[in-house]
């Protein structure tokens, strides 16, 4: 079975802080994604990654950056982080191709004070 | 990019059919249509994919019109378990990579 794993199921972290959330995959997979979910929004893209080192901005980037160094591993980190950044964060992948269904971490709950 | 259009909830009773409609006006030639269901606190889950025509698996079908502008996701005969918010995505190839985008749902409850 495919895993992805969150590091932290839930977070609580203050205004200002550096707030890193990891995401690790054992199926070899290619692509990697960060989605953050707020109620009546849906998920919302805010990175992906098709590489090692490679990544590219989804809709909601701002306040975010991430880090892939190793191709199992994708990172999501807020570098200053705010109140509106409190959210549902989930982490997925996939094999590379038009086809391939996503494989979703149990996510990460980050509640900034 | 395909932008989806969703009904926000829909609610059903145990033993019906369920139909959920996705609409994707801007569809691109090479894109396909997935399917995802998400119960509370776990990520989604994949349910079903297809490009044209009708698709069926042990759980769900999908049916795509030949214009392919839209698509219904079918759930037969439901229980209180298919009770979950299911998403519709297009996928959307630009540049070889696959850039993912869902819509807001469609919120299904179903009751005894």
């Known amino acids: 079975d495919v895993k992805v794993t969150q590091s932290s199921r839930y977070l609580v972290k203050r205004t200002g802080e550096k707030v890193f959330l990891e995401c690790v995959q054992d199926?070899?997979?290619?692509?990697m994604f960060w989605y953050r979910q707020d109620p009546g929004l849906g998920l919302r893209l805010i990175y992906f990654?098709?590489?090692?080192?490679?990544?590219e901005k989804g809709d909601i980037p701002e306040g975010y950056s991430v880090s892939r160094e190793k191709k199992e591993r994708f990172s999501l980190i807020l570098e200053s982080a705010s109140t509106n950044q409190t959210s549902m964060y989930l982490c997925?992948?996939?094999?590379?191709?038009?086809?391939?269904?996503?494989?979703f971490g149990e996510g990460s709950r980050l509640t900034v004070l | 990019l395909a932008k989806t259009t969703q009904p926000i909830s829909m609610d059903s009773y145990e033993g019906q059919e369920v139909n959920i409609t996705c609409s994707h006006n801007?569809?691109?030639?090479?894109?396909?249509i997935t399917w995802y269901q998400q119960f509370p606190s776990q990520g989604p889950r994949f349910i079903i994919q297809?490009?044209?025509t009708k698709v069926t698996n042990e759980v769900a079908s999908l049916f795509i019109p030949a214009d392919r502008k839209s698509s219904t996701l079918s759930l037969p005969r439901v229980s209180l378990s298919d009770t979950a918010v299911y998403y519709c995505?297009?996928?959307?190839?630009?540049?070889?990579?696959?850039?993912?985008?869902f819509g807001t749902g469609t919120r299904l409850l179903v009751s005894p």
């Open positions: 997925a992948s996939r094999t590379g191709g038009i086809r391939g269904e996503l494989f």
């Open positions: 199926m070899d997979h290619e692509n």
């Open positions: 990654s098709y590489d090692v080192k490679m990544k």
């Open positions: 801007n569809i691109a030639t090479n894109d396909y």
């Open positions: 297809g490009y044209k």
């Open positions: 995505l297009v996928s959307a190839p630009s540049t070889g990579f696959q850039k993912l985008v």
